[in-house]
């Protein structure tokens, strides 16, 4: 099934990622270098849902709005008294013009809800936040997570009718993880 070629074929992407995440939050003492890591997901994040909006609706998807995350990640900045930054364009951004590609995109999007809740428990700690100030974002769908990934996933194994189809979703969710691996590496914190 599709959903389970695309964990395979991105977890040397996603590992790697991870650790340079999670290097990252290790040393993030102050509200300002967490806000500076929301806003490299904002900046990535927020212009990859105005190109996946493109080619993925309600339609498609039906409860995609609910999905959507640059809304929850620019709260969080405003929240913590910061400003969102602009959005990245051009090659910065995985190739995304067609329905197939904009799923592997939100692929990475939406399983980035798992890895979420690890972080707000992270910065939560770090931080000492007790009210969830700033922290809406990384704690995604809250107790609904594992049902909302499930339905995700559902959908993704129902759009992709060949291997053809199944190369051009994953190949676009590796490009996604590339391209954000660059951003996290140029990313000042
Ligand atoms: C410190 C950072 C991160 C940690 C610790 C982490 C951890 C995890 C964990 C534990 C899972 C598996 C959850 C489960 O199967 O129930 C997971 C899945 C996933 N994460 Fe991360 N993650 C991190 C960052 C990210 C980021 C930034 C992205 C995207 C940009 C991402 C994308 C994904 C995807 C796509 C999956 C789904 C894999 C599958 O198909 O099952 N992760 N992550």
């Known amino acids: 099934m599709l959903s389970e070629k695309l964990k395979t074929e991105t977890?040397?992407?996603h590992q790697?990622?991870?650790k340079m995440l999670v290097t990252r939050m290790k040393s993030i003492r102050s509200v300002q270098d967490y806000i500076d890591l929301l806003q490299l997901f904002y900046s990535y994040f927020g212009a990859l849902e105005t190109r996946i909006n493109t080619f993925i609706s309600a339609e498609q998807l039906p409860d995609y709005t609910h999905r959507r995350k640059s809304a929850a990640l620019s709260k969080d900045i405003s929240d913590l008294g910061g400003t969102p930054v602009e959005t990245v364009s051009g090659d910065s951004l995985p190739e995304i013009e067609n329905a197939l590609q904009a799923f592997g995109a939100?692929?990475?999007i939406e399983g980035s809800t798992l890895g979420g809740?690890?972080?707000a428990k992270m910065?939560?700690?770090q931080l000492g936040i007790t009210n969830g100030t700033?922290?809406?974002f990384f704690n995604g769908y809250g107790d609904d997570s594992a049902q909302m990934w499930d339905k995700f996933k559902q959908k993704l194994d129902l759009i992709a009718q060949d291997s053809n189809s199944e190369n051009i979703v994953i190949?676009?969710?590796?490009?996604?993880?590339t391209k954000f691996k660059l951003q996290a590496g140029h990313s000042t914190v």
């Open 11 to 13: 977890l040397t992407n």
């Open 123 to 125: 910065m939560a700690q």
């Open 117 to 119: 809740k690890i972080i």
């Open 106 to 108: 939100l692929y990475v």
């Open 171 to 177: 190949e676009a969710a590796n490009q996604t993880f």
């Open 134 to 136: 700033g922290l809406s």
């Open 16 to 18: 790697q990622l991870e």
